[in-house]
C-alpha cells in the first residue's frame, strides 16, 4: 500500500514530467510558430547610361558643353586652353557696342576698309543696330572696325578725348569687360579677331570663356544675338543700300533650337565655333569649339550637339 508520503511524490515527480516537455515542445512553438515573414523583393540596380559624349572624336584643340541652366559641364577638352578666337571676338565687340544707342549712326570709313570690305562700301552710313546684325551674320572685318571706331570715339568724348575715331579705347573696354565677366584667359588686341602677323593672333580666349560669354549675354541680352539664329536676313543702311547677309555658320538649319550662333577663322585660330541652343525643354545648352579645321568646326559641333541632346534626355 502506498503511503501518503510516497504518494506526494508521485504526483511532485508527474508535475516535474509534465513540466519538462511542456517546455521542450511548448517553447519552439511559441517562438516560431509565427507567420513566415515574407522575403524582401530583390533590389534590382539598373545599370549605369552610357555616356553619350564617350568616344566622341573631335579636330578641335579644346571643345566645351555646359548645360547654363543647371551650370552642369556636359562634356571637356582643354577647355581652359588659351587660343586664337578668329572672328568670335565680334561677339565681344556686340556686346561692348551694345551699351551705346542702337540708332547711333555709323559711317564706314577708309580705314575700316584696310582689311576688305566686308560687303561695305567707303562712306556707307548704318544705325548701330542693323551694322551690328550684319556683321556678326556674315562675320565682316569691316563692320566690327567701323563700330568700335565709332563706339569708342563716344567713349572717349565722355572723357574728354574728342578724336574722330578711338579703335584702342574700344578694344580696352573689350577687355576691361572680359575682366569683370571671369574670362581668365581671354583678351583682345583688336575688335574683329583678324591676325595681326604670322604669329600674332588678334585675340586670344579659351572655349569655356567663350561659354561664359554667350551665358552671359542669353541671361541679359539674348536679342543681341538673335540675328545670328537665321540662314540669312537683308538689311538696308541708312545710306539706302541693301544687302543679303548669309549666315557664316553653315548649320544653322541642322541645330534644333538654335538660339545664337559665331564662326571664326584664321591661319593661326584654324576653325572656330560657338553655339547656345536648347537641348530640350528649358534645357539651354552652349557649345564652344576652338582650333579645329575650316569644315572640321561643324562636323564637330554637330557631334556635340547630337550627345547633349542624348545626355539631357537621359535625365542628366
Known amino acids: ?42 533590389i ?34 582643354n577647355e581652359e586652353a588659351q587660343l586664337p578666337l578668329a572672328s568670335v571676338t565680334k561677339v565681344m565687340t556686340a556686346l561692348v557696342a551694345s551699351s551705346l544707342p542702337e540708332t547711333m549712326v555709323v559711317a564706314v570709313t577708309g580705314e575700316d576698309l584696310r582689311n576688305g570690305n566686308g560687303g561695305l562700301s567707303l562712306g556707307e552710313e548704318w544705325s548701330l543696330k542693323n551694322l551690328l546684325d550684319y556683321t556678326l551674320i556674315v562675320s565682316s572685318n569691316s563692320g ?21 575715331r578711338n579703335e584702342g579705347v574700344f ?15 581671354t583678351y583682345y588686341l583688336n575688335p574683329n579677331g583678324l591676325d595681326i602677323d ?14 561664359i560669354l554667350f551665358n552671359h549675354i542669353l541671361k541679359t541680352d539674348p536679342m543681341l544675338l538673335e ?16 544687302h543679303r547677309a548669309d549666315n557664316t555658320d553653315t548649320i544653322v538649319r541642322s541645330v534644333p533650337g538654335l538660339t545664337a550662333s559665331k564662326t ?27 582650333g579645329s579645321s575650316q569644315e572640321g568646326r561643324f562636323t ?13 534626355g537621359q535625365g542628366e
Not at 301 to 311: E, M, S
Open 171 to 185: 578694344v580696352q573696354e573689350m577687355n576691361v569687360t572680359a575682366r569683370k565677366l571671369g574670362m581668365a584667359q
Open 144 to 164: 566690327a572696325s567701323a563700330i568700335a571706331g565709332a563706339a569708342g570715339a563716344v567713349m572717349a568724348n565722355q572723357e574728354g578725348d574728342i578724336s574722330a
Open 264 to 290: 571664326g577663322y584664321t591661319l593661326l585660330a584654324n576653325g572656330n565655333l560657338v553655339i547656345a541652343f536648347n537641348a530640350g525643354l528649358m534645357k539651354p545648352v552652349v557649345i564652344a569649339v576652338l
Open 227 to 242: 540675328s545670328t539664329s537665321y540662314d540669312s536676313l537683308l538689311f538696308t543702311s541708312q545710306s539706302g543700300v541693301s
Open 198 to 211: 604670322d604669329e600674332l593672333a588678334g585675340s586670344y580666349g579659351s572655349a569655356k570663356d567663350m561659354a
Open 300 to 312: 564637330d559641333v554637330q557631334k556635340l550637339v547630337n550627345a547633349a541632346i542624348l545626355k539631357i
Open 1 to 42: 500500500m502506498i503511503s501518503k508520503k510516497q504518494s506526494i511524490i508521485a504526483v511532485t515527480l508527474v508535475n516535474c514530467f509534465a513540466l519538462f516537455f511542456a517546455c521542450v515542445y511548448a517553447v519552439p512553438v511559441f517562438f516560431y510558430d509565427e507567420k513566415p515573414v515574407a522575403k524582401a523583393e530583390p
Open 44 to 77: 534590382i540596380v539598373a545599370p549605369p547610361k552610357p555616356d553619350p559624349f564617350v568616344g566622341v572624336l573631335l579636330e578641335a584643340e579644346a571643345a566645351y558643353v555646359v548645360d547654363t541652366g543647371t551650370g552642369k559641364v556636359l562634356f571637356a577638352k
